[in-house]
Antibody
Framework: QVQLVESGGGVVQPGRSLRLSCAAS????????IHWVRQAPGKGLEWVAV????????YYADSVKGRFTISRDNSKNTLYLQMNSLRGEDTAVYYC?????????????WGPGTLVTVSS | EIVLTQSPATLSLSPGERATLSCRAS??????LAWYQQRPGQAPRLLIY???NRATGIPARFSGSGSGTDFTLTISSLEPEDFAIYYC?????????FGGGTKVEIK
């Protein structure tokens, strides 16, 4: 069965960096784009970024453009999100989600999420 | 950016009742609209894609309709596990956007 498991969350000071990972299994990872979606505590969902199946195409939300970088390693079935210059408003649960179709897509499988807290 | 407005914010109903949730887009998204269910402490789950197609394993009591700017998610008869928050999401344009959610609570 499809599984996505995020890791790397934690407490980080404003201005610092953090890298999230998402380990995938149960499907042909190299055939699908994967997204990051976040949810601030008690708030709704916000799409963050997507990387294409081969890593060649990437899209970002304006709120993270220039600060976050999405990437993938298909040999390890793993997705990454490098987050730099973190701000308080980046505090959220970060989910990785598999696309149903490339590239404007909805999401048919989600990980359980990892919490990132930006605080001094 | 396409803004999705969900109404009502909260829906108070009893088990067995019918739930009707609305999602309105600020511009046409054709039929490129999905619905998700999120239970407390869990990740969202895809219910409906492309306005009216049930995702794998989703019970028939969930149905979606609409096109253009106005969409509806209907739960024909609420089960105890259906009390949750529901979000709509458009895939018509970048950036992908979600509605603010409708909480279906037990009356």
């Amino acid at each position: 069965q499809v599984q996505l498991v995020e890791s790397g969350g934690g407490v980080v000071q404003p201005g610092r960096s953090l890298r999230l990972s998402c380990a995938a299994s149960g499907f042909i990872f190299s055939s699908y784009g994967i997204h990051w979606v976040r949810q601030a505590p008690g708030k709704g969902l916000e799409w963050v970024a997507v990387v294409s199946y081969d890593g060649s195409d990437k899209y970002y939300a304006d709120s993270v453009k220039g600060r976050f970088t999405i990437s993938r390693d298909n040999s390890k079935n793993t997705l990454y999100l490098q987050m730099n210059s973190l701000r308080g408003e980046d505090t959220a649960v970060y989910y990785c989600a598999k696309e149903r179709r490339w590239k404007l897509s909805d999401f048919d499988y989600w990980g359980p999420g990892t919490l990132v807290t930006v605080s001094s | 950016e396409i803004v999705l407005t969900q109404s009502p914010a909260t829906l108070s109903l009893s088990p067995g009742e019918r739930a009707t949730l609305s999602c309105r887009a600020s511009q046409s998204v054709s039929s490129y609209l999905a619905w998700y269910q999120q239970r407390p402490g869990q990740a969202p789950r895809l219910l409906i894609y492309d306005a009216s197609n049930r995702a794998t394993g989703i019970p028939a009591r969930f149905s979606g309709s609409g096109s253009g700017t106005d969409f509806t998610l209907t739960i024909s008869s609420l089960e105890p596990e259906d009390f949750a928050i529901y979000y709509c999401q458009q895939r018509s344009n970048w950036p992908l956007t979600f509605g603010g959610g409708t909480k279906v609570e037990i009356k």
